[in-house]
């Protein structure tokens, strides 16, 4: 299964100590392809090589792949949960359970180390002293929310860098049109207090953690206060705020549990697609309902499938119910529990069983709606993958298509691209890019002949899947070289060209094209491979292009980065006038100092002598 690596393998395992940690699997190509946790490393990692059988095709195929491991020790299991996850996040292991694109997933960020911190919709989060919530699955949610919290507490939407005594230390003394139409309470000119303004962010946050009832309080006892000072437009104000918020929170679904704080989680499983619902209650109230698509749990069961939800979310999320609801324990029950600080539950009888049947019920009518519009694509895109095989008379059907193209200009920065598509549709991650090496001048059949032989020298690694079909974009020139690199290799796949000029496909060792109708799905197949080749090769090559005109003579000077640079040409307008500057020239200008300006002349002088 793994005999080349067997003896390394052994080696390594009598190193491995018995402490809690996290193991990280990798493939011949080094690359990390499961990532885990253990109480005991030793026993752990000894176990997926010392199994004949495993209870699950997956695990088995993992093994099959594992070349090496690495492995890192923790103080405890719990430090160990915590890396696990942002192992998972950073490396994306193909074998690990993950909410899909989770790093695309939304947030609601309050930077608070800001002296006036505006509300905004982040995909990255970082140690930086901010509030984060979320993740959300839907933008437009986020962005109506935010509006609605400017719009409530008139918090600022500029960027604006303000200081903290803006009236002392800022030169700003105009306010902004949000400001004229009462929309902003204006702190760049200090028409509000760093202190009050802080308060009112505060009670952005107790209202993004769904403590509605908090906030209102609190605006009440600012209404009164004003009211009884005979501040009556200040308590005006207060009042307004407090009739948006109850009439926002009137909205929400009220439910029966005395104002509790809940999160409700279910998850339906058919096949290879999955789906967690997340209800968070607060306050007795229903204030939303997240879905996410979970990748990697065929073969799982759903104890694990929870356990990998449960960390991904909660483990940067701050706005933890103190209990959540679950459809079954959890993998790591009481370690969780302790880790995250809350109480999972499962409900067998009641309201709260109910509510977990109702996330679970959701859950399953997104896997629907997930399966139906994956089947209307699937059906578009295999049909023309059914009728490509029928039209050019194929034994098999072409699903993996590999299609290259060439691109030049007057033998000039010579590259070529190769795209891949699955079913019909294009699989970015087995895209590849070449500079062409041993091809010189004009020659775009020896430069396909070139890239198709690198191309198929590595169709043995892991990462690259192997074509059913290539595709050439070009008419028998090209297609002719591409068979001779083709005979280099015991490969099976099928080879054929589009020529531009009539949409003509040929096939190799065939005369005569093969003429295909224009309104046909696979021609329309043929030609979104051959234009996504293209657009491919021509931005790669035009990037090549921009970055050999940007390059200069100021490149690689030791001190000289591109701001620099740019500093340089654009006092002294060209590197010749640079050239012929003197030392204390250079010098008078910004972070350019006498050593550095000395260094710059030294050896633009160096490369002129070349």
Request: aromatic share 10%; with cysteine.
């Amino acid at each position: 299964m793994f005999s080349k690596f067997k003896e390394k393998i052994k080696e390594k395992l009598k190193l491995v100590p018995h402490s809690p940690g996290v193991y990280l699997m990798k493939n011949s190509g080094r690359k990390i392809i499961y990532v885990g946790k253990a109480k005991d490393l030793k026993k752990r990692v000894s176990s997926y090589f010392s199994k004949l059988k495993f209870d699950y095709p997956k695990t088995e195929v993992l093994v099959s792949k594992i070349c090496e491991f690495d492995y890192i020790v923790t103080k405890n299991e719990f430090e160990a949960l915590a890396l696990e996850d942002n192992l998972i996040k950073k490396y994306r292991p193909r074998f690990n359970i993950a909410l899909k694109d989770d790093k695309k997933y939304p947030y609601i960020k309050v930077p608070l180390n800001q002296n006036f911190p505006r509300i905004t919709i982040t995909r990255k989060i970082y140690k930086d002293g901010a509030k984060y919530f979320g993740p959300f699955t839907e933008a437009a949610t986020i962005r109506y929310s935010i509006k609605l919290l400017e719009k409530i507490f008139k918090l600022r939407t500029c960027n604006k860098k303000i200081p903290r005594n803006p009236e002392k230390e800022s030169d700003t003394n105009r306010a902004c049109l949000n400001f004229q139409i009462n929309k902003c309470d204006a702190p760049c000119i200090g028409n509000i207090s760093y202190e009050e303004y802080r308060k009112k962010i505060n009670q952005v946050i107790l209202f993004l953690k769904g403590k509605i009832s908090i906030v209102t309080k609190e605006l009440e006892e600012e209404m009164q206060k004003a009211s009884s000072a005979q501040k009556f437009e200040e308590a005006a104000k207060y009042r307004d705020q407090i009739m948006r918020i109850k009439k926002l929170s009137s909205r929400q679904i009220v439910n029966k549990y005395n104002y509790e704080d809940l999160d409700v989680i279910g998850i339906a499983r058919e096949e290879d697609i999955c789906c967690a619902v997340l209800f968070k209650i607060r306050e007795g109230k229903l204030i939303r309902k997240e879905h996410y698509f979970l990748e990697n749990t065929e073969d799982e069961n759903f104890s694990a499938i929870l356990n990998r939800f449960l960390v991904h979310y909660y483990n940067t999320q701050e706005n933890k119910a103190p209990k959540i609801l679950l459809q079954t324990i959890a993998e790591d029950n009481e370690l969780l529990e302790e880790w995250l600080k809350v109480k999972l539950f499962v409900p067998k009888i009641g309201d709260k069983q109910k509510l977990v049947a109702m996330a679970r019920k959701n859950a399953f009518l997104y896997m629907e709606e997930k399966k139906l519009a994956h089947l209307k694509a699937t059906h578009r895109t295999v049909f023309s993958v059914q009728e490509l095989k029928d039209k050019l008379h194929l034994t098999k059907l072409p699903r993996k298509i590999a299609a290259f193209d060439v691109s030049n200009l007057y033998g000039l920065e010579s590259v070529a691209s190769m795209v891949f598509f699955y079913n019909g549709k294009p699989k970015k991650s087995q895209y590849r890019r070449f500079k062409i090496k041993t091809v010189e001048g004009i020659n775009d059949f020896l430069m396909m002949e070139e890239v198709v032989t690198r191309y198929l020298s590595h169709l043995e690694d892991d990462s690259f899947e192997k074509p059913d079909l290539i595709l050439i974009d070009g008419g028998k020139g090209q297609l002719s070289n591409a068979k001779k690199a083709l005979n280099k290799y015991p490969y099976d796949i099928y080879l054929f060209s589009l020529a531009k000029r009539l949409e003509e496909v040929f096939e190799s060792g065939k005369k005569e094209p093969i003429i295909i109708p224009k309104t046909s799905q696979a021609l329309k197949l043929l030609q979104r491979l051959r234009d996504e080749a293209h657009r491919f090769a021509i931005t790669y090559h035009k990037k090549l292009r921009d970055r050999k005109t940007t390059a200069s003579e100021l490149d690689n000077i030791p001190g000289i980065g591109e701001k620099r640079k740019f500093e340089l040409l654009k006092h002294f307008t060209s590197v010749q006038k640079i050239k012929s500057s003197t030392v204390e020239e250079l010098s008078s200008l910004p972070k350019i100092s006498k050593n550095l300006a000395n260094a710059i002349l030294e050896n633009l002088k160096k490369k002129s002598n070349k």
